[in-house]
Protein backbone atom coordinates (compact mmCIF):
# COMPACT_ATOMS: atom_id res chain seq x y z
CA UNK A 1 0.00 0.00 0.00
CA UNK A 2 1.15 3.59 -0.53
CA UNK A 3 1.74 5.92 2.13
CA UNK A 4 3.52 9.48 2.79
CA UNK A 5 5.98 10.49 5.21
CA UNK A 6 6.44 14.59 6.19
CA UNK A 7 9.52 14.27 8.62
CA UNK A 8 8.60 17.39 10.30
CA UNK A 9 5.62 18.13 12.41
CA UNK A 10 6.57 21.86 12.77
CA UNK A 11 9.01 24.43 11.16
CA UNK A 12 9.74 28.16 12.12
CA UNK A 13 11.21 30.37 9.31
CA UNK A 14 11.66 34.33 9.53
CA UNK A 15 10.29 36.19 6.63
CA UNK A 16 12.14 36.60 3.61
CA UNK A 17 14.09 33.14 4.15
CA UNK A 18 13.94 30.49 2.43
CA UNK A 19 11.70 27.31 2.96
CA UNK A 20 11.75 23.10 2.37
CA UNK A 21 9.29 20.84 3.28
CA UNK A 22 10.53 17.42 2.96
CA UNK A 23 7.96 14.93 1.53
CA UNK A 24 8.96 11.07 1.28
CA UNK A 25 6.50 8.43 -0.43
CA UNK A 26 6.11 4.72 -0.61
CA UNK A 27 4.43 3.58 -3.94
CA UNK A 28 5.46 0.73 -6.04
CA UNK A 29 4.81 2.22 -9.47
CA UNK A 30 5.28 5.41 -10.69
CA UNK A 31 3.23 8.08 -8.62
CA UNK A 32 1.26 11.04 -9.17
CA UNK A 33 2.38 13.63 -6.50
CA UNK A 34 0.64 16.32 -5.18
CA UNK A 35 1.24 19.28 -2.38
CA UNK A 36 -1.71 21.08 -1.04
CA UNK A 37 -1.91 23.93 1.54
CA UNK A 38 -4.22 25.01 4.08
CA UNK A 39 -4.35 28.30 5.90
CA UNK A 40 -5.87 28.86 8.81
CA UNK A 41 -9.73 28.40 9.22
CA UNK A 42 -9.73 28.12 4.78
CA UNK A 43 -10.10 25.05 2.51
CA UNK A 44 -7.21 22.99 1.26
CA UNK A 45 -5.37 24.33 -2.35
CA UNK A 46 -3.56 22.78 -4.56
CA UNK A 47 -0.18 24.53 -5.05
CA UNK A 48 1.33 22.32 -7.29
CA UNK A 49 1.55 18.29 -9.06
CA UNK A 50 3.67 16.18 -10.80
CA UNK A 51 2.83 13.22 -13.54
CA UNK A 52 5.77 12.61 -15.47
CA UNK A 53 8.32 15.05 -17.74
CA UNK A 54 10.67 17.57 -16.09
CA UNK A 55 11.49 16.58 -12.25
CA UNK A 56 11.24 20.55 -11.04
CA UNK A 57 7.60 21.44 -10.96
CA UNK A 58 6.50 25.02 -10.78
CA UNK A 59 3.20 25.82 -8.82
CA UNK A 60 1.26 28.83 -7.50
CA UNK A 61 2.48 31.27 -4.87
CA UNK A 62 5.83 31.50 -5.72
CA UNK A 63 6.21 27.22 -4.71
CA UNK A 64 8.52 24.82 -6.94
CA UNK A 65 8.80 20.75 -6.03
CA UNK A 66 11.53 18.22 -7.16
CA UNK A 67 10.92 14.78 -8.06
CA UNK A 68 13.90 12.75 -7.30
CA UNK A 69 13.05 8.86 -8.15
CA UNK A 70 15.92 7.65 -6.36
CA UNK A 71 15.21 9.31 -2.85
CA UNK A 72 11.13 8.79 -3.14
CA UNK A 73 10.92 12.23 -2.25
CA UNK A 74 8.77 15.66 -3.68
CA UNK A 75 10.52 18.29 -1.66
CA UNK A 76 8.53 21.64 -1.52
CA UNK A 77 10.59 24.66 -1.61
CA UNK A 78 9.99 28.78 -2.05
CA UNK A 79 13.30 31.11 -2.15
CA UNK A 80 11.63 33.90 -0.13
CA UNK A 81 8.96 33.24 2.54
CA UNK A 82 6.00 36.07 3.20
CA UNK A 83 4.12 35.98 6.42
CA UNK A 84 1.03 34.73 4.31
CA UNK A 85 2.74 31.26 3.71
CA UNK A 86 2.19 30.36 7.47
CA UNK A 87 -0.32 27.37 6.91
CA UNK A 88 -0.21 23.46 7.29
CA UNK A 89 1.14 21.99 4.05
CA UNK A 90 0.12 18.27 3.01
CA UNK A 91 2.19 16.11 0.70
CA UNK A 92 -0.18 13.35 -1.16
CA UNK A 93 0.48 10.37 -3.53
CA UNK A 94 -2.13 9.75 -5.65
CA UNK A 95 -2.53 6.50 -6.77
CA UNK A 96 -4.95 4.89 -9.85
CA UNK A 97 -8.11 2.89 -9.05
CA UNK A 98 -10.18 0.98 -11.21
CA UNK A 99 -9.68 3.31 -13.92
CA UNK A 100 -11.54 5.65 -12.39
CA UNK A 101 -9.45 8.47 -11.65
CA UNK A 102 -7.25 8.38 -8.82
CA UNK A 103 -7.30 8.40 -5.14
CA UNK A 104 -5.01 10.56 -2.67
CA UNK A 105 -2.96 9.46 0.33
CA UNK A 106 -1.49 12.56 2.25
CA UNK A 107 1.01 12.88 4.70
CA UNK A 108 0.56 13.82 8.25
CA UNK A 109 1.16 17.98 7.33
CA UNK A 110 3.84 20.27 8.64
CA UNK A 111 2.88 23.14 10.24
CA UNK A 112 4.68 26.61 9.00
CA UNK A 113 4.97 29.42 10.96
CA UNK A 114 6.66 32.69 9.96
CA UNK A 115 8.46 34.67 12.54
CA UNK A 116 8.61 38.39 11.29
CA UNK B 1 -14.47 27.83 -9.59
CA UNK B 2 -15.50 24.35 -8.43
CA UNK B 3 -17.38 25.12 -5.85
CA UNK B 4 -17.90 21.71 -2.70
CA UNK B 5 -20.57 22.85 -0.44
CA UNK B 6 -20.51 20.75 2.87
CA UNK B 7 -23.85 21.77 4.82
CA UNK B 8 -22.06 22.48 8.23
CA UNK B 9 -19.30 23.53 9.71
CA UNK B 10 -19.56 22.92 13.16
CA UNK B 11 -21.67 20.05 14.75
CA UNK B 12 -21.98 19.07 18.18
CA UNK B 13 -23.56 15.33 18.60
CA UNK B 14 -24.03 12.92 21.41
CA UNK B 15 -22.67 9.77 21.97
CA UNK B 16 -25.11 6.65 20.21
CA UNK B 17 -26.72 9.71 17.66
CA UNK B 18 -27.02 8.76 13.95
CA UNK B 19 -24.89 11.85 12.16
CA UNK B 20 -25.42 12.89 8.73
CA UNK B 21 -22.80 15.08 7.11
CA UNK B 22 -23.95 16.37 3.76
CA UNK B 23 -21.88 17.10 0.65
CA UNK B 24 -22.73 18.78 -2.75
CA UNK B 25 -20.77 19.68 -5.70
CA UNK B 26 -21.32 21.98 -8.40
CA UNK B 27 -19.05 21.16 -11.23
CA UNK B 28 -20.23 17.60 -12.22
CA UNK B 29 -17.40 15.34 -11.05
CA UNK B 30 -17.63 11.90 -11.12
CA UNK B 31 -15.55 11.26 -8.17
CA UNK B 32 -16.05 11.86 -4.23
CA UNK B 33 -14.67 11.48 -1.24
CA UNK B 34 -14.83 12.31 2.24
CA UNK B 35 -11.37 12.51 4.61
CA UNK B 36 -11.33 12.42 8.42
CA UNK B 37 -8.56 15.10 9.18
CA UNK B 38 -7.06 15.08 13.11
CA UNK B 39 -3.81 17.10 14.03
CA UNK B 40 -0.19 14.79 13.55
CA UNK B 41 -2.46 12.19 11.24
CA UNK B 42 -3.12 14.15 7.98
CA UNK B 43 -6.22 13.15 6.58
CA UNK B 44 -7.26 9.70 6.27
CA UNK B 45 -9.49 8.39 3.28
CA UNK B 46 -12.81 7.03 4.75
CA UNK B 47 -14.83 6.52 1.95
CA UNK B 48 -15.23 7.53 -1.92
CA UNK B 49 -17.55 7.13 -4.61
CA UNK B 50 -16.64 7.21 -8.52
CA UNK B 51 -19.98 7.24 -9.62
CA UNK B 52 -23.62 7.43 -8.38
CA UNK B 53 -24.95 4.29 -6.36
CA UNK B 54 -21.13 3.25 -6.27
CA UNK B 55 -18.69 3.19 -3.27
CA UNK B 56 -15.30 1.78 -2.42
CA UNK B 57 -14.11 1.88 1.41
CA UNK B 58 -11.00 3.99 2.39
CA UNK B 59 -8.67 3.14 4.60
CA UNK B 60 -10.64 3.88 7.97
CA UNK B 61 -13.86 3.01 6.49
CA UNK B 62 -15.19 1.11 10.01
CA UNK B 63 -18.30 3.16 12.12
CA UNK B 64 -18.84 4.54 9.01
CA UNK B 65 -21.21 4.51 5.72
CA UNK B 66 -22.08 6.95 2.90
CA UNK B 67 -24.84 6.99 0.26
CA UNK B 68 -24.26 8.78 -3.62
CA UNK B 69 -28.02 8.73 -4.72
CA UNK B 70 -27.50 11.78 -6.73
CA UNK B 71 -24.33 12.55 -8.78
CA UNK B 72 -23.99 15.66 -7.44
CA UNK B 73 -24.24 14.56 -3.56
CA UNK B 74 -22.47 12.58 -1.37
CA UNK B 75 -23.10 12.18 2.14
CA UNK B 76 -21.32 10.20 4.92
CA UNK B 77 -23.39 8.69 7.80
CA UNK B 78 -22.05 8.11 11.58
CA UNK B 79 -24.86 5.30 12.42
CA UNK B 80 -23.90 5.24 16.10
CA UNK B 81 -21.61 8.48 16.93
CA UNK B 82 -18.49 7.63 19.05
CA UNK B 83 -16.42 10.23 21.11
CA UNK B 84 -13.14 8.84 18.75
CA UNK B 85 -15.07 10.26 15.43
CA UNK B 86 -14.47 14.09 17.03
CA UNK B 87 -13.16 15.26 14.15
CA UNK B 88 -12.87 17.74 10.93
CA UNK B 89 -14.41 16.33 8.20
CA UNK B 90 -13.67 17.26 4.61
CA UNK B 91 -15.47 16.58 1.31
CA UNK B 92 -13.73 16.64 -1.83
CA UNK B 93 -14.26 16.05 -5.53
CA UNK B 94 -12.76 15.06 -8.92
CA UNK B 95 -13.11 14.20 -12.44
CA UNK B 96 -12.61 10.55 -13.11
CA UNK B 97 -9.72 10.75 -15.07
CA UNK B 98 -5.84 9.84 -13.67
CA UNK B 99 -4.05 12.67 -11.86
CA UNK B 100 -6.88 14.79 -11.78
CA UNK B 101 -6.56 17.22 -8.58
CA UNK B 102 -9.43 17.35 -5.78
CA UNK B 103 -11.53 20.23 -5.18
CA UNK B 104 -11.84 20.41 -1.42
CA UNK B 105 -14.93 21.63 0.32
CA UNK B 106 -14.11 24.23 3.81
CA UNK B 107 -14.83 20.90 6.22
CA UNK B 108 -17.29 20.35 9.02
CA UNK B 109 -16.11 20.31 12.41
CA UNK B 110 -17.65 17.52 14.83
CA UNK B 111 -17.65 17.48 18.68
CA UNK B 112 -19.17 13.80 19.90
CA UNK B 113 -19.71 14.19 23.55
Known amino acids: AQSVTQPDIHITVSEGASLELRCNYS??????LFWYVQSPGQGLQLLLK??????LVQGIKGFEAEFKRSQSSFNLRKPSVHWSDAAEYFC??????????????FGGGTRVLVKP | DVKVTQSSRYLVKRTGEKVFLECVQD?????MFWYRQDPGLGLRLIYF???????EKGDIPEGYSVSREKKERFSLILESASTNQTSMYLC????????????FGSGTQLSVL
Open chain 1, 92 to 105: AVGVMIKAAGNKLT
Open chain 1, 50 to 55: YFSGDT
Open chain 2, 92 to 103: ASSLKRSGEKLF
Open chain 2, 27 to 31: MDHEN
Open chain 1, 27 to 32: YGATPY
Open chain 2, 49 to 55: SYDVKMK
